[in-house]
């Protein structure tokens, strides 16, 4: 049965004629190592921008979110297996993951970013990476554009299954950069007493994604349409910038 047939099922039944049924549950993929989007509070639990977003799009279809733990790279194969009912981790809509699952509209979208010692000589552009090691989370699309358009080059490409992986790496040396979205690379890393003496280097860059959606499967086009109405109120009523206000000093949106 579909997802949403089940949340709308939960919403209207009545148990014994007088009290709800307990909501239905939506299982949501995330990968907790991507502050500030996705991360651990100290109880274990997950935390972040993405978790605020998902616990109140969940409210709004009537739904109770279950946070499912997962690598990056393995939420659209879990998603297919039905192991998770959506991604809600910071994918990038891009046209490769089109062709494999649906997505909501979009929830945020940020610029990419090259980060690395300061006074790095890869600001340079392609010259100054060829020989280079540039860290990536596998399964990104920081992953694609740089085994795209870099390793051709000479750059050597570093796949890491979490992106605490790449930052500790970076930090000990062993990567000469790491590439990533802006708001992640900033929050999560330079803010950070580990990102001391590190910086931004080159200009931003354009995934050529078209923002940040959930990831749903094919056949939960219902499902889309609930969590699209959810995301359209949350902008209207003003719910989505009180949100993004524990966050950021900007629009997270991409106006």
Not at 128 to 143: D, H, M, P, R, Y
Request: proline share 4%; charged share 20%.
């Amino acid at each position: 049965m579909k997802i949403l047939l089940m949340i709308l099922s939960a919403a209207l039944t009545l148990s014994s004629g007088a009290f709800a049924a307990e909501p239905q549950t939506l299982r949501l993929g995330i990968d907790p190592t991507y502050p500030p989007m996705d991360s651990k509070a100290p109880d274990g639990s997950v935390k972040g921008f993405d978790v605020d977003l998902g616990n109140e799009i969940c409210k709004r279809i009537h739904a109770r979110c279950q946070w499912v733990e997962l690598e990056f790279s393995g939420m659209i194969p879990a998603l297919q297996a039905r192991k998770i009912d959506a991604v809600m981790s910071s994918m990038a809509i891009t046209e490769k993951r089109e062709q494999q699952i649906l997505f909501s509209s979009k929830l945020f979208q940020f610029k990419s970013r090259l980060i690395a010692r300061q006074g790095s000589p890869l600001a340079g552009g392609m010259n100054a990476l060829s020989g280079k090691q540039i860290g990536v989370q596998s399964g990104t699309q920081f992953e694609s554009y740089a085994l795209k358009n870099w390793a051709p080059n000479g750059v050597h490409v570093v796949a890491y299954k979490s992106q605490d992986e790449v930052f500790a790496d970076l930090e000990n040396g062993r990567l000469d950069g790491a590439l990533l979205g802006t708001v992640e690379a900033d929050y999560g890393f330079l803010r950070t007493p580990a990102g001391k003496g590190f910086a931004f280097v080159g200009e931003p860059l354009s995934m050529g994604d078209h923002g940040v959606g959930i990831g749903l499967r094919k056949d939960e086009t219902a499902l889309q349409a609930s969590i699209n109405g959810a995301i359209a109120s949350m902008l209207k009523d003003g719910t989505y910038a009180q949100i993004a206000k524990k966050y950021f000093d900007f629009d997270p949106y991409g106006n």
